[in-house]
């Protein structure tokens, strides 16, 4: 009589489709190497052309890490102290440290995605279906875990904000909510996408709405939160700005002024209505913009121009530069909103724009049929145009053809679909919050991208990725049990009582009880 092989209790309660996922994603980074497709670590080079984005020019990274990262005004922390550590490893070791590094976050980008839709109420086989087609096959997550770039971490992070804030309101507790906080603030020290007052102010926000819970929510989320508001409080001192970044006037002239008819901007600089720097070219030297240097601290924050020869964006006196272009944007709009529209009507289409199209992957040939093939029978694009990403820098715009459909239906079904779930459902507060964290990470993305960004929108949305999917495919799954329990089917609803979900009247039992 044959044994049964004993395994392991976390075997036993391990779902098969998690790794399923994960076999899927290793095979999929083994196919892209095949393909010729490495690890691409130009953001380290001696061309300045091929880290202009980088944040701190990489001798500060390498010899001066820890002053430098701790002077950033531009942009938040943890992605330059990243960097600067991967560069402090043996030069051999670098690029094998950042393809696993950049692996790790895309495999957590895919398993975040899953869990967070099952979490939801969504049918398991529903989730991995999603989560195969529009994230393990996505050429765009293939390509940006294969640079040393921060789309692939932001992503990564917002997935685990996601799945981390779901899994902490199924059964409150201290540990869930400091593992939340803790990724959320990882976040935010991360990239721009999430600044630290607006993930403080959702924090806020659970802690009054869980009153049966508060106190550990209280304990979880204090320590991030110190954190956070240490930080914020370095940048008001330094800058006057809370903010993790002091590049907001800038990237709003970038999308306001700089295409505006440059007659009529040097009429409005006459008039008075604009300060003479709406002439100059947002994100120049600033010499250029006419601005004295501060040159005090450490050389990342105090330098005009950094040792690549660039001009050094993260020199304080930035952020003077910043608030003229913020103030003389605003007098643009107000004069010619028109334009203004236009250029966020432009955002909107490049926002449904497939990733892989994203301006660093111009020429890149050695997955231009699977990009293609992915793009045309998945993403529903009418026209992929290789040309398209250049054709962005020289603003000609997005044609119709070029949007993909399936990108318009996901972000309609995220963003409407999503606030019709939480209306109909009429679950429990947990449940609720639990969908209106995704929506909320997906809606901020949105509005700031395509209301104050130009050029980028596209990555933007890849990043918000995760969030953006789950919502989406909920609101999609939700509607098609509802068409289903008509004909005798469950529905998300008797899925929501096998995960535990409760409603609004048995809560408070439920947390007397934990």
């Known amino acids: ?7 392991p209790r976390w075997a036993e309660r391990l779902d098969p489709f998690v790794v399923i996922l994960v076999l899927a994603a290793a095979a999929s980074r083994v196919v892209l190497a095949a393909t010729g497709v490495g690890m691409d670590l130009s953001a380290l080079g001696p061309d300045p052309a091929d880290h202009s984005w980088q944040l701190l020019d990489p001798v500060w990274l390498r010899h001066d890490l820890l002053h430098s990262v701790a002077s950033l005004t531009m942009q938040p922390p943890l992605y330059n102290l990243t960097v600067g550590l991967l560069l402090a490893l043996p030069h051999a070791l670098l690029s094998p440290a950042a393809a696993l590094l950049l692996f790790l976050g895309y495999l957590v980008t895919v ?4 869990g967070s839709m099952v979490l ?5 086989r529903a989730g991995l279906v999603a989560t195969l087609v529009l994230v393990v096959l996505d050429p765009a997550q293939l390509l940006f875990s294969a640079h040393l770039f921060y789309a692939t971490p932001a ?14 309101l199924t059964r409150p507790s201290w540990p869930r909510a400091l593992a939340f906080a803790s990724a959320g603030a990882a976040l935010a020290l991360s ?31 204090v320590v991030p939160c110190l954190c956070l508001a240490g930080w914020m409080g370095l940048s008001l001192a330094r800058v006057g700005t809370p903010a993790t970044s002091t590049w907001f006037g800038m990237n709003l002239a970038h999308g306001v002024l700089r295409p505006a008819d440059p007659v009529l901007v040097a009429s409005m600089v006459a008039k ?7 002439l100059v070219k947002p994100f120049s030297s600033l010499a250029e913009s006419g601005v004295t240097p501060i040159h005090t601290g ?22 003077e530069v910043s608030s003229r272009y913020l103030a003389d944007s605003v007098a643009f709009i107000e004069h010619q909103p028109a334009a203004y529209l236009s250029t966020v009507w432009l955002g909107l289409r490049l926002w449904a724009v497939p990733s892989d199209q994203y301006y660093f992957f111009y020429r890149q040939h050695h997955t231009s049929g699977w990009e293609t093939a992915y793009d045309t029978a998945v993403m529903l694009q009418a026209r992929h145009d290789q040309r398209l990403p250049k054709a962005l820098w020289e603003r000609k715009g997005v044609s119709l053809p070029q949007v993909s459909v399936v990108l318009v239906l996901e972000t309609l079904l995220a963003l409407v679909g999503g606030v019709v779930v939480m209306l109909r459902m009429r679950r429990g507060r947990r449940w609720t919050l639990a969908v209106a964290l995704p929506w909320f990470l997906a ?4 509005l700031v991208s395509t209301l104050t960004e130009y050029g980028e929108n596209n990555r933007f949305r890849f990043e918000a990725g995760v969030p953006l999917l789950v919502v989406a495919v909920l609101a999609g799954a939700a509607a098609f049990d509802r068409v289903r329990r008509r004909r005798g089917g469950e529905g998300v609803a008797g899925r929501l009582d096998e995960l535990g979900w409760s409603t609004d009247n048995t809560e408070d039992q439920t947390a007397r009880e934990g």
């Open 111 to 114: 398993l975040s995605a899953y």
């Open 155 to 168: 992503a990564a992070l917002m997935g685990a904000t996601t799945f981390l804030g779901i899994w902490m």
């Open 272 to 278: 008075g209505q604009l300060s003479h720097l709406a």
């Open 1 to 7: 009589m044959s044994r049964r092989l004993a395994l």
């Open 120 to 124: 939801l109420g969504v049918d398991r």
């Open 443 to 446: 809606a901020q993305a949105f």
């Open 298 to 319: 450490p050389r990342a924050s105090s330098a005009a121009i950094r040792p690549d020869g660039l001009p050094n964006l993260n020199n304080r006196a930035y952020a």
């Open 191 to 221: 990239n721009t996408l999430l600044q630290p007052l607006v993930l403080i102010a959702v924090l806020v926000v659970l802690v009054v709405a869980l009153r049966p819970w508060r106190r550990a929510l209280v304990a979880g989320f």
